[in-house]
């Protein structure tokens, strides 16, 4: 388990005492957060710069979201959500929280885990999630056949996630961009729709009242070439910023963000006090 804080000029993180009690344990935590981050495969200053030339609603955006990146989640995590609490295997609590890690297909294979997860509330999912589970036991490579799709083609990875019940275009781009390393892969929702059709001249005669599957493909190949290479990154930075959570966030008095650098600073030091001690 990893506790982090994020400031805006620093990231501390921590783990429960006795978790990182050797040096080695703790330089296998820094190298695992700097892939969880992808600290080392992409330079996102270099991104932003390259992206704001392209393309000027980009570069109108960036600012009031600086920062934005893509996780290296575990594939089948972010395939199938929201179920360790049930059937994942308690592995702390901390500040009277329990944490549970995620179960692996093998458990949401087991008889009766479909007709479980209707009366948890995932109605329709339910069977979806068991049938998923199944077919990923079912494979050869098990569940470390999900991590062999980064070394794939992109388009080969999606149509590979595709054959999974439930599982449709966003989704799976979702997975390719967010676990498989493909940064090129461009999730459409609504959301991403309107932002085509008010900043990237879409027509209106696009806005029929369902996204279709032409319409879906036409979006993401449009960011692709305007974006190129980790364009993934790019359009997660646009949907970020039409977010009205995100709206003038970076407006207010810079007095403000002056004062929480040096607060930044202050833990800082103090940090290192405590490890000098």
């Not at 995932?122 to 056949?145: D, L, M, N, P, S």
């Not at 799709?149 to 999606?158: N, Q, S």
């Not at 993934?232 to 995100?246: I, K, N």
Request: with cysteine; net charge neutral; hydrophobic share 35%.
């Amino acid at each position: 388990m990893v506790s982090i804080w994020f400031h805006p000029s620093t990231v501390l993180y921590g783990v429960p005492e006795g978790d990182a009690s050797n040096e080695e344990v703790a330089q296998d935590m820094v190298l695992t957060l700097r892939n969880y981050f992808q600290l080392d495969k992409v330079s996102l200053e270099e991104c932003y710069k390259r992206w704001s030339k392209l393309d000027p609603n980009f570069d109108k955006k960036a600012c009031s979201v600086q920062g934005i990146r893509i996780l290296r989640q575990d594939p089948w995590e972010n395939l199938v959500q929201k179920l360790s609490v049930h059937y994942g295997t308690k592995v702390a609590t901390m500040d009277d929280v329990d944490f549970y890690e995620f179960p692996g297909p093998e458990k949401l294979a087991q008889e009766g885990v479909e007709a479980n997860l209707r009366t948890l509330g995932f109605g329709y999912r339910a069977k979806y999630i068991a049938q998923t589970a199944q077919k990923i036991v079912e494979h050869e490579q098990k569940q470390a056949w999900l991590s062999c799709l980064r070394d794939v083609p992109y388009g080969e990875a999606k149509q590979a996630l595709l054959q999974f019940s439930g599982v449709g275009p966003k989704v799976a781009d979702c997975v390719c961009l967010m676990s498989l390393d493909h940064s090129e892969a461009i999730p459409v929702d609504t959301h991403v729709w309107q932002i085509a059709l008010r900043d990237y001249g879409f027509s209106k005669k696009n806005q029929t009242k369902t996204l279709t599957s032409r319409l879906y493909d036409d979006i993401g190949n449009h960011f692709r070439t305007l974006f190129g290479p980790y364009s993934g990154w790019a359009h997660s930075v646009l949907f970020t910023a039409d977010l009205r959570s995100f709206e003038d966030r970076f407006s207010k008095n810079q007095g403000i963000e002056e004062k929480e650098v040096e607060e930044d600073n202050k833990i800082v030091r103090r940090s290192k006090r405590l490890r000098r001690n």
